[in-house]
């Protein structure tokens, strides 16, 4: 499986070491965008080749590409910053960009092939060096999120962003969409802390151990609640972080 996502000093460190890789998932067109047709695509890519458990058959994947290729392609040529029209307010880039986020990485892994894991410099040049068209600016994983993405200033996009790892949470089997993304984000946020490699508490030692995203990105997260427990408190469902202490793990 695929390591999480690195911190900054991971990916600056490497790319000062490496060559930018440039890929594209597919061809570009100029053609007028289609706005409802790639969604329909990326949404069939999730409810055939995504379980429950939000695990991915890459390997049968790999041998009906149509749909992701499809979805790439329209990710390629059109993005809130080239078709603004298209994404009239910030849950729809919002949406739009955490879509494009997990199909790339999705692709990644494939076009990569199908890495066992990510350590050292692997990860670096899987997160920070190989970049993709989005829109027709080439960017990697890391600079979506970070330079598109994390702006935006929603931290629940933690609990919505798939790197095709254990570590990463959970793919969900239908695309994040602007008409019902404060709900889907919601969703996102408790599935993961009902998850409990991700959220456990230790009463008698009045402890929480949370996930090392909360680590990561915990100015994200301080920019909505007074501390971190306070944040797990509002997103966890009927799970009551009540100790004091905090423990990333």
Request: glycine share 6%; hydrophobic share 40%.
């Amino acid at each position: 499986m695929i390591a999480r996502r690195p911190t900054a000093p991971q990916v600056f460190f490497a790319a000062a070491l490496l060559v930018g890789a440039l890929v594209s998932p597919a061809p570009a067109h100029a053609r007028q965008p289609d706005p409802y047709r790639p969604y329909q695509q990326w949404a069939r890519v999730l409810e055939r080749f995504v379980n429950g458990r939000g695990e991915v058959d890459l390997h049968r994947l790999v041998g009906e590409r149509a749909d992701l290729d499809g979805f790439l392609e329209y990710v390629a040529r059109v993005s809130p910053r080239t078709a603004p029209a298209l994404f009239p307010d910030k849950d729809a880039v919002l949406a739009y960009y955490i879509n494009a986020y997990s199909a790339l990485a999705m692709f990644n892994v494939i076009d990569s092939g199908f890495p066992h894991g990510l350590g050292g410099l692997y990860k670096v040049w899987f997160f920070g060096v190989k970049r993709f068209s989005v829109g027709g600016e080439r960017m990697s994983l890391y600079a979506l999120e970070n330079d598109a993405i994390r702006p935006l200033g929603d931290a629940r996009v933690h609990f919505a962003l798939n790197c095709m790892s254990v570590s990463c949470p959970r793919l969900p089997r239908e695309p994040f969409r602007a008409d019902d993304l404060n709900r889907q984000l919601d969703d996102a946020a408790r599935q993961f802390f009902a998850e409990s490699p991700n959220l456990q508490l230790v009463p008698e030692r009045k402890l929480v151990r949370a996930s090392g995203i909360l680590e990561f990105y915990t100015q994200d997260f301080l920019a909505h609640s007074p501390t971190l427990i306070a944040y797990i408190e509002k997103h966890a469902s009927k799970r009551k972080p009540s100790p004091t202490r905090s423990s990333n793990t």
